[in-house]
T-cell receptor, first 112, second 114 residues
């Protein structure tokens, strides 16, 4: 079945550092890809998405590009802030279903 | 616009009991999905409902069941609770408008089984 693998961390960075969280997937066909963020005590929020190969999703300074050839969707941000501290989940969804398949999540802590 | 609401937010039960969790989607959203989140297994899909019909089901035992009402509100039920059912249960709603549609998650119900 479909699966998502992401670096589990935890990741600890200083403010203004560069962030990369790796995500690769195994799936048939052409799934849509997502990054969700979860702040302490809250549900998931959609951070960005890409629905086809070579699409770049971006939001709040975060970016990820759908790479079909490497089955990857790595999350990057050029300069992280303390407020970015959260758990980040990579996910995929096949057409015709709302079912999301999630990676294990990566906890990010940004220190001032 | 109000977000997805889940009730109750916290619940403590004992083994063998049953529990019902409720999810009210965003107004106009007819699709509701449920997920279980645990430290060990991460986020796992439970079910997906649209217009009162279950469209998809995850790999969970029959003790886990759900339903959706005509107003799109959804409930999930877990019977004969086990310690391993302790988890955060999240529901998400969407308009089911295609590959590009966004699912909005509620804050979750934290279930503790003693």
């Amino acid at each position: 079945g479909d699966s998502v693998t992401q670096m589990e961390g935890p990741v600890t960075l200083s403010e203004e550092a560069f962030l990369t969280i790796n995500c690769t997937y195994t799936a048939t066909g052409y799934p849509s890809l997502f990054w969700y963020v979860q702040y302490p005590g809250e549900g998931l929020q959609l951070l960005l998405k890409a629905t086809k190969a070579d699409d770049k999703g971006s939001n709040k300074g975060f970016e990820a590009t759908y790479r079909k050839e490497t089955t990857s969707f790595h999350l990057e941000k050029g300069s992280v802030q303390v407020s970015d501290s959260a758990v980040y989940f990579c996910a995929l969804r096949q057409g015709g279903s709302e079912k999301l398949v999630f990676g294990k999540g990566t906890k990010l802590t940004v220190n001032p | 616009k109000a977000g997805v609401t889940q009730t109750p937010r916290y619940l403590i039960k004992t083994r063998g009991q049953q529990v019902t969790l409720s999810c009210s989607p965003i107004s106009g959203h007819r699709s509701v999905s449920w997920y279980q989140q645990t430290p060990g297994q991460g986020l796992q899909f439970l079910f997906e409902y649209f217009s009162e019909t279950q469209r998809n089901k995850g790999n969970f035992p029959g003790r886990f069941s759900g339903r959706q009402f005509s107003n799109s509100r959804s409930e999930m039920n877990v019977s004969t609770l086990e310690l391993g059912d302790s988890a955060l249960y999240l529901c998400a709603s969407s308009t089911l408008s295609g590959r590009d549609n966004e699912q909005f998650f509620g804050p979750g119900t934290r279930l503790t089984v003693l």
